[in-house]
């Protein structure tokens, strides 16, 4: 299945009335929020694990502080992707 028949339509749409762009600004916006989500918990986990290798007696104190900062960007970007619904639902 090929991507560009859809963008082909959504830039139609885009071009007939500006629900299309709106549309598509909410879709770029729950992307990026997603994105930048994987991001973030990808680096907290990958940095917990090596501040647990180089200190194996921290490691309960690193994965709470971990967990916690997980949550809080997962809730940001939960935000985000809310925020961007909202947008559609408008249109």
């Known amino acids: 299945m090929s ?7 959504a830039a139609e749409t885009a ?3 500006n629900t299309g762009l ?6 770029l916006g729950a ?3 997603v994105i930048g989500a994987g ?3 990808g680096r ?4 917990a694990v ?3 290798a180089r200190q194996p007696e921290a490691a309960g104190r690193i994965q709470t502080a971990a967990l916690i900062l997980a949550a809080l960007i997962e809730g940001a970007a939960l935000f985000g ?9 408008k249109f």
């Open 50 to 52: 090596e501040g647990m």
């Open 39 to 41: 991001m973030g918990i």
């Open 15 to 17: 071009a007939n009335n």
């Open 3 to 9: 991507i560009f028949p859809l963008l082909q339509a």
């Open 81 to 89: 992707v809310v925020i961007a619904f909202q947008i559609q639902g």
């Open 31 to 33: 992307g990026l929020s």
């Open 44 to 47: 907290i986990g990958g940095q």
């Open 22 to 27: 709106a549309l598509i600004g909410a879709g």
